[in-house]
């Protein structure tokens, strides 16, 4: 049994579909549910280099975070997210004091 890909669900939703715009909009919605996201783990001096131009979010979910992306330094605790701009030509994230940084990518 194959798994049903986005393309397999619009099709069998388009022949009940009334309006076009509705279907668009469920489209939309859906794709943008499909974005992965990552969760890692750092320990005590490990650091994670991000590569430039990606547009990364990092959201904290355990733990201290030092980041860093062009000449700018941010301490980030449990639940605050920051986006990284593509413009940023990469980033650098790492754990701040003894516990393990446990994160979000996406």
Known sequence: MSTPTSNMVFENFACSAKNSSILQK??????ASLKPTLRLALLYREELVFPGNSGWRIKILSGKAW???????????????LDIP?????????????????????
């Open 67 to 81: 980041v860093t992306f062009k000449g700018q330094d941010f301490l980030l605790c449990n639940d605050e997210s």
């Open 86 to 106: 593509k413009t940023a030509n990469g980033a650098i994230i790492s754990a701040v004091g003894n516990d393990a940084l446990f994160f979000e990518v996406s």
């Open 26 to 31: 469920v489209r939309e919605g859906f794709t």
